[in-house]
C-alpha cells in the first residue's frame, strides 16, 4: 500500500493563478480531509468528505474548491492564488469505523508559495 | 465554534523524565481525542485515541488521560529520549468522526 500520497511537493504559484493539489489514497477510506498548516497555527481544516459525491466544509474554505468523484482521490482546487494561501497543505484519509475511527493517515504534504 | 488549546511554549526536558503535554478544549464535549506526533518536514503520525468513557490509555513509554468534566487531556511520556523530540498534536471529532480538528500543537525537546 502506498498509503496517500500528494503531488506536486512544491509549488509556487503568482498571485492569481489556478492550481489543483492532487491527493490518492489506496486504503479503501471512507473519510477525507484537506488541512493547511501555518506556523504557530497548527492543521486547520479546509474541506473534507465523507464519501464520493459527499463534501462539506471544514474551518477555513473560502478560496478552495474540492470534489469526489471516487473513493481514492480528493482534489483540492485554488481557484485564484493569493499570497494568504502561502502553506503546506496536507490530505488525510480515515476508515471512519471503530475502534479506529476518525485515525488520519496523512500524506507527505505540498508546500505552496504564492508570490 | 470548537477551540482546542495546547502549550504554544515549546517544553524542554532533560532525558529520563517524564514529558507532559496538555490539551484543552472548549465548546463541545468529544466521543474522543486523539494525540498525533509530527517531526519536521513531514506529515502527522496518529498515536493514540482515547474514549469519553475512559480515563486513561497506555501504549509502551505513553499515557493519555481524559477528563471530561475538566475538558482536558494530558499526555504523558516517560523514561523520555531524545528521539522522542517532535511536535505533538491533539486532535477530536467536530460534529462527527469525518470532521477532525486539531490544537496548534506542543513542539518537545529532549536533551540528553
Redesign the interface.
Known sequence: NAGVTQTPKFQVLKTGQSMTLQCAQDMNHEYMSWYRQDPGMGLRLIHYSVGAGITDQGEVPNGYNVSRSTTEDFPLRLLSAAPSQTSVYFCASSGGEAPTEGEQFFGPGTRLTVL | ?QKIE?N?EALNIQEGKTATLTCNYTNYSPA?L?W?RQDP??????LL?IRENEKEKRKERLKVTFDTTLKQSLFHITASQPADSATY?C?L?YS??????????TRLSIRP
Open positions: 465554534s495546547q504554544s474522543y486523539q498525533y518536514g513531514r506529515g502527522p503520525v496518529f485515541l498534536l486532535a471529532p462527527s468522526a469525518s470532521k477532525i480538528i486539531f490544537g496548534s500543537g
